[in-house]
């Protein structure tokens, strides 16, 4: 029986593990594959965590909390970083 | 004197083209709302896909889905298209562009679940107010503002319920809402008539309806696997994704395009001041 589930989670620990390789061997996109990577399995993450609690597929207002949890969070953890980024670039 | 005049008739051409767009599209949506979400066969934007039938829609989604397939790993990879060559280009990929990344997912998909769900039209059904994001961030950032789009639909998907392998086909069908603008359109400034209508012909109609084919064509392809029916799938899927995206995008875009171009490119952050064409 074809899992899609566990599926999508290999593909993601396969971007993963080049992306690892590829930064480790100091070759460039490697750090861009481990983003890919990571923010994949990290939906899996997410998605197998909404199965466990039966959050999954359901019209619960939590997931648009969710959703804006990870507007706020991601946006600004990434602002900062990239603020910081180019302020010691300037240096 | 006549420069300016000309000027005033270009923008006030523009202004009429985006609201006879804008009207076109709000009349089709309510076609859709007379006609009833169960009769996609009667709404108008279907007819072009019950006249040509699944087949043909097919055969072209898969052309649309070869071209876009090669395209995504092309770029990943270095390569693009410019002035009709193909030329490598250098992306820099570092903690800037990467965290272009993770900002443009985050913020995409983020939007896209917070807003997943609500009813914007009641009792019928709800719009994605945040597709109107995804060709900002190709326009904007370029190559690593339509992965991270493609990464935002993913996240999108496993909230809003949608996750499966038919999701691997939205990945890249949002990262072609995201490319096409950035890649076709010749003055990205959304400060000129030419920059407009530019937007219209390509963040709009040309990407809503390749990104629609693209994913359409995936989900009908792996029908035995997803189990979505090829009726269902040409019949009400295409069509309600060409117009959710292309309605809230011909609304939305071109004013936060507007605001978010100076900034950004104040900053260094547009595509342009990062990438080098060799």
Known sequence: MFDQYATLTIIGVIILLIGIALYAARKKGGLMLTLIGGLW?????????????????????????IGIIILIVGAT??????????GQAKR | MSSGKSSTALWAVTFVIAALFIAFLLYIGIDIITKGLGNPSKWLITQPFVLLGATTWFIIGGILWALGTVLFFMELLGWTIRGG?????????????????????AVYGGALAATGGIPIIPGFTWIRPANALAPLFGVLFGIPGALGTAI?????????????????????????????????MRDQTFRTPRSIVEFYVWGVIIASVWCSLYISWWLDALSPVIGLPSQF????????????????????????GYILYPPIKARGLHWTDRVEFK
Not at chain 1, 46 to 55: F, S
Not at chain 2, 89 to 101: G, H, N, T
Not at chain 2, 160 to 167: A, K, N, Q
Not at chain 2, 170 to 177: K, P, R
């Open chain 1, 41 to 65: 399995l990290f939906t899996m993450g997410l998605y197998y965590g909404l199965v466990a609690t039966k959050l999954y597929g359901s019209r619960s207002i939590l997931l648009n909390v």
């Open chain 1, 77 to 86: 953890l990434s602002i900062v970083y990239i603020k910081k980024y180019l």
């Open chain 2, 85 to 105: 060559r193909l030329v490598r280009q250098v992306i820099r990929w570092d903690p800037v562009d990467v965290s272009i990344v993770a900002l443009t997912a």
């Open chain 2, 152 to 184: 935002g639909n993913f996240i999108a998907d496993a909230l809003s319920g949608y996750l499966s392998v038919g999701s691997i086909g939205g990945f890249i069908g949002n990262f072609i809402i995201a490319y096409v603008p950035y890649k076709l």
């Open chain 2, 233 to 256: 799938v040409w019949g009400f899927f295409a069509p309600w994704v060409i117009f959710n995206n292309a309605f809230i995008t011909a609304i939305v875009s071109p004013i936060l």
